[in-house]
């Protein structure tokens, strides 16, 4: 067996990105890999088969990896967190008075 070298980092103060996944994608595929395992640990106790078991965590790990190469590919390293930051600002400001505008001091 050969041994494998990955880059991780190509450069200072650029992003960490692993196998095409960049910056806190890679933090959601271990939390994903984690929430699985778990997963396949209830179905295990609760006593369904050993290979359902694994067939239903195979497929979602598949759905889950694909999903998270396409937000990765989409989004990149902070557009998913602009997207969500977008919608908390509002269309529009309706004031009925200036006297908010008008203040000296600001609280």
């Known amino acids: 067996m050969g041994n494998s070298v990955y880059q991780i980092n ?9 196998k095409g996944l ?10 994903g890999v984690i929430a699985l395992l778990i997963i396949f640990a209830i179905l295990y ?8 078991c694994i067939g239903i965590i ?3 790990g598949t759905v889950l990896v694909v999903k ?6 989409t989004y990149g390293e902070y557009g998913m967190m602009k997207k969500l ?3 908390s600002v ?5 004031s009925k008075s200036r006297a ?3 203040q000296k001091e600001i609280q």
């Open 22 to 31: 960049k910056a806190q994608y890679i933090w959601y595929f271990g939390g």
């Open 100 to 102: 908010v505008f008008l």
């Open 58 to 60: 195979l497929i979602a």
């Open 90 to 94: 509002p269309n529009t400001i309706k």
């Open 45 to 52: 106790i609760i006593g369904i088969n050993a290979f359902v």
């Open 68 to 73: 998270l190469y396409a937000m990765s590919n």
């Open 85 to 87: 930051a977008r919608h």
């Open 10 to 18: 190509k450069g200072i103060n650029k992003s960490i990105e692993f």
